[in-house]
């Protein structure tokens, strides 16, 4: 899903801008990384995304989108190893 989304993210930028530093606006960002502007803005307000903050306007780097990518990628979980009946009984019985 993460490489779906970047691949996403690597086709929807055109040529590369003649200032790699540009900063974004939430609209922008917004749009390269499929989420609502307000959505984007909400989550920087709250920390939770890495932006920069002109009064009360958020831009974002190019950088900051790829962090925002990277962040959101779910880390691989191992599967939970579920307890059998007898184990349980028997931690009963321990106790």
Same mark, same amino acid.
């Given at each position: /899903?993460?490489?779906? *989304?970047? @691949? ?6 055109? $040529? ?6 540009? *900063? +974004?606006?939430?609209? $922008?960002?917004?749009? *390269?990384?499929? *989420?609502?502007?307000?959505? +984007? ?7 939770? /995304? ?16 790829? $962090? ?14 579920? @307890?059998?009946?007898?184990?349980? @009984?028997?931690?009963?019985? @321990?106790?």
């Amino acid at each position: /899903m993460i490489r779906e *989304l970047a @691949a996403a993210v690597r086709a929807t930028v055109p $040529e590369p801008q003649a200032d790699p530093d540009a *900063l +974004l606006t939430a609209e $922008e960002a917004g749009e *390269l990384l499929h *989420l609502s502007p307000r959505t +984007l803005k909400d989550q920087a307000a709250a920390g939770v /995304m890495p932006h920069h903050r002109f009064g009360k306007h958020y831009r974002f780097t190019r950088a900051d989108v790829a $962090e925002i990518v990277r962040l959101n990628a779910a880390p691989v979980k191992p599967p939970r190893r579920r @307890a059998s009946v007898a184990d349980i @009984a028997q931690d009963f019985r @321990a106790a």
